[in-house]
């Protein structure tokens, strides 16, 4: 991008017919402004640290409130580190899928505020305002997931697998957040007010994180509860995190013969290609419907 920023009229001139670009130049400069987008999101974030405080405060409240309330009063037998151990994998499920949020929140308030008004008067790709926005949230959730770690391990936690599987652990962790982080990129901008987005995104992570196997095992849920959790992409996920970690008794079988408890793996990585097949261009067709109102 940096060659036509040098010439301003020029390089609108250029972005407002891309077929004088060649494929592999419009990649560059997207890849360019996503990562500008990416930045200053960042940099928001550091000049407002209530975000990233408030953010991480709410899951290292779930594990202390889960694991002293609730810790002695919910069994999981097989697990060696009891139920403290088997709750930390469900609070990263929950951070992530919350901490996607921030995509959605970040968008409404930028279309609120005029922000986006300013990207379109810009030499910029367009579509970097979104892929900017997602890639700046898989930082929030690095950092969350760090405290989160810590928070775990003084509660007993233990990563009891190799390093390879939990650094994989990790990875399928940010990339189902990135996913989920489309879907609420196109609430954001159907809403397109903060206030309105916190409302119908609750509604949406709620049931997913609290129907699942995040806090409870699976043969505790009602019958009807129990096959909605089985097939849910919270569980999958889920459970993939702690045979990972392995914070599972290799000695028990899965605790459900639905297919995805039975490849956790897999099914996340089905899940994430699967949501951003069909949210990343929702989100960037409602972007471009949203920005010529």
Do not use: C
Not at 104 to 112: F, K, P, S, T, Y
Not at 252 to 280: E, G, N, R
Request: aromatic share 10%.
């Amino acid at each position: 991008m940096t060659d036509l920023r040098k010439d301003v009229p020029a390089a609108r001139s250029a972005f407002a017919a891309p077929e004088r670009l060649s494929p592999g130049q419009r990649l560059s400069y997207l890849i360019h402004d996503s990562l500008t987008i990416a930045k200053r999101n960042v940099i928001k974030i550091k000049r407002v640290p209530d975000v990233l405080i408030f953010s991480t405060a709410s899951p290292i409240m779930f594990v202390l409130l889960f694991a002293y309330v609730f810790g002695n009063a919910i069994a999981v037998p097989g697990m060696e580190g009891g139920y403290r151990e088997f709750l930390i994998a469900g609070i990263f499920a929950q951070t992530v899928v919350f901490g996607a949020s921030f995509t959605g929140a970040g968008l409404a308030d930028d279309m609120q505020k005029g922000i986006i008004d300013r990207f379109r008067s810009l030499p910029m790709a367009p579509a970097a305002v979104l892929f900017g926005r997602t890639i700046s949230d898989v930082v929030i959730n690095v950092v969350s997931l760090t405290v989160m770690s810590l928070t775990g391990y003084l509660v007993g936690w233990r990563i009891r697998g190799s390093i390879m599987d939990a650094v994989l652990a990790y990875i399928l962790l940010l990339l189902f957040a990135y996913a989920i982080s489309w879907i609420m990129a196109v609430v954001g901008l159907l809403v397109r007010t903060p206030e309105v987005f916190n409302n119908a995104s609750f509604m949406v992570m709620f049931p997913l994180t609290f129907l699942a196997n995040t806090f409870v095992p699976l043969e505790n849920l009602p019958k009807v509860l129990r096959i909605f959790a089985e097939w849910n992409p919270v569980s999958a996920l889920t459970q993939a995190t702690r045979n990972l970690f392995g914070n599972t008794d290799p000695m028990m079988p899965p605790p459900s013969d639905a297919w995805a408890i039975q490849h956790p793996v897999v099914t996340s990585l089905i899940w994430v290609v699967v949501i951003l097949l069909i949210f990343v261009p929702l989100a960037l067709r409602q972007y471009k419907r949203t920005v010529s109102r």
